[in-house]
């Protein structure tokens, strides 16, 4: 079983900037791909980003691509979600998952690839 955590969440002007971190319980978080997610209020959960788990492949949603960078550290178990030049449109509750495998990139973007869920952290952008 994997559990995890993320933190890092707040609120920042346009523009701004936060460092998302996902800390993850478990043994096999090396061996699998994890995402982050974001959901607004009254929206669907949708993807942000995904990494694999060597981190050698990532993949970004379009609005996202550019200003976001997902990255890992396997020796800490960690995921982090580096926002950059954030806009109102990226409030949201931003969830951190993990995979049951270590996806291919077609069904990285789906909420059904993944297995685990944190809490998740609210960002919220202000104007």
Do not use: H
Request: hydrophobic share 35%; with cysteine; glycine share 12%.
């Amino acid at each position: 079983q994997v559990q995890l955590v993320e933190s890092g969440g707040g609120l920042v002007q346009a523009g701004g900037s936060l460092r998302l971190s996902c800390a993850a319980s478990g043994r096999t978080f090396s061996s699998v791909s994890m995402g982050w997610f974001r959901q607004a209020p009254g929206k669907e959960r949708d993807f942000v980003a995904a990494i694999s788990a060597g981190g050698g492949s990532i993949q970004y949603a379009d609005s996202v691509k550019g200003r976001f960078t997902i990255s890992r550290d396997n020796a800490k178990n960690t995921v982090f979600l580096q926002m950059n030049s954030l806009k109102p449109e990226d409030t949201a509750t931003y969830f951190c998952a993990a995979g049951r495998v270590n996806l291919t990139p077609p069904v990285a973007v789906f909420t059904t690839s993944y297995g685990y869920w944190g809490q998740g952290t609210q960002v919220t952008v202000s104007s």
